[in-house]
Structure formats: C-alpha cells, structure tokens
C-alpha cells in the first residue's frame, strides 16, 4: 500500500464525516 493512497484514502474518509457532521447540524437546526 502506498504513502500517496493511504492519504487519499484517510482524506476522503475525514471530508466524508465533515459533510456528514455539518449535515446532520443544518438537518438538526431547520426542524
């Protein structure tokens, strides 16, 4: 497993939970 794929891959899971937190608050905040 390379150093650059390792990165992406933790990357792409770390912006995956932001957009998942984030939408949960603004879907928690509009009811």
Known sequence: M???YKIA???TII??????I????SY???N
Request: avoid cysteine.
């Open 15 to 20: 912006l995956i939970m932001v957009i998942g």
């Open 9 to 11: 891959l933790f990357t």
């Open 28 to 30: 928690k905040q509009m």
């Open 22 to 25: 984030i939408g949960g608050l």
């Open 2 to 4: 390379k150093l650059q």
